[in-house]
């Protein structure tokens, strides 16, 4: 029985970049002068993180969140703090906290999400889950759940393993809430400490963050079309 071999970090780094060009050839042209010189303002909620502000998955987040909002999109960011002042959805019988109504309003309000978790277990956090439970109050909406919202999806994990299995569930979820993930979805190892500071050391990295914003803008601007 041949034992198994993990894949040297060098593939995984060569396939997402060939994905990363594949992309951005399909989809040239200049978003960040269209959106930010432009009043047609689309909002973007970034949602996610962990219990430590500082962790890697919040700063991808915000880093890929600012790509947004310097293409000229409002945006908010739900992270650790909020995050861990959410209750168990449905769990306090006098029913959602301000933080949970403030959620579900972001929600509400939302042309775009970019939806960011670390790869636990080989899977979302139950932190990351919970909030996105919450998204659950907008059942009886016009707008169903993320009914036709672009939603970008971002992983960090310590190793390569946890962020396919971890971006795959994402997908699954954001399928059954209606909304279209971007074909990009960014699955980062950051065992290495690539992200400090707010900064990450990793140029491609960088890249794949751009880019995943780059294709919620472009998504939020077409969720009206019949």
């Not at 972001?106 to 998204?135: C, E, F, M, Q, W």
């Not at 995943?212 to 998504?219: C, D, E, I």
Request: include cysteine; charge should be negative; hydrophobic fraction near 40%.
């Amino acid at each position: 029985m041949l034992s198994e071999r993990p894949c040297p970090d060098k593939f995984y780094r060569d396939v997402m970049m060939r994905n990363i060009l594949v992309i951005a050839i399909h989809f040239e042209a200049p978003l960040w002068t269209v959106m930010a010189n432009t009043n047609d303002r689309p909002f973007i909620l970034g949602l996610g993180g962990t219990t430590n502000p500082a962790s890697s998955t919040e700063q991808a987040l915000a880093i890929s969140l600012q790509a947004a909002a310097d293409a000229g999109a409002e945006t908010e960011l739900f992270g650790s703090k909020r995050l861990c002042d959410l209750p168990h959805y449905l769990s306090d019988p006098a029913g959602l906290n301000d933080t949970g109504r403030a959620l579900v309003e972001s929600v509400r309000r939302a042309d775009g999400i970019l939806l960011a978790s670390p790869g636990y277990h080989g899977t979302i956090s139950g932190l990351v889950k919970n909030a996105v439970d919450y998204i659950e109050e907008t059942a009886g909406d016009d707008r169903v759940y993320l009914d036709g919202l672009p939603v970008g999806l971002i992983v960090t994990a310590y190793g390569w393993q946890a962020t396919g299995s971890t971006l795959a569930a994402m997908r699954s979820i954001v399928h059954a809430l209606r909304g279209w993930p971007t074909p990009l979805g960014v699955g980062i190892n950051a065992s290495g400490g690539i992200f400090r500071d707010g900064v990450c050391a990793d140029d491609m990295v960088n890249e794949q963050l751009h880019l995943v914003a780059q294709q919620v803008m472009r998504g939020s601007h077409r969720r009206e079309f019949s």
